[in-house]
């Protein structure tokens, strides 16, 4: 699955996520979903979350 969907992402989550940061060499950062920022149901970037560490980011992947 991809993050570009709000609606395959759920608090609680394993993700892997691009820093703001990070963006222009693509390092991701993986964590555990504590909230949903993005309001929209999609979004080509992917949907904006905050992990339960405090890091704020775009959902690239979805950890099975």
């Known amino acids: 699955m991809n993050g570009t969907n709000r609606s395959n992402i759920k608090k ?8 703001k ?11 555990i979903v504590k909230d949903i920022l993005t309001n929209s149901h999609n979004h080509p970037h992917g949907i904006k ?10 959902v690239k992947v979805i950890s099975d």
């Open 49 to 58: 979350v905050r992990l339960e560490d405090g890091s704020v980011g775009r």
């Open 21 to 31: 940061q990070d963006q222009r060499s693509g390092v991701l950062t993986e964590g």
């Open 12 to 19: 609680g989550l394993l993700v892997s996520i691009v820093l």
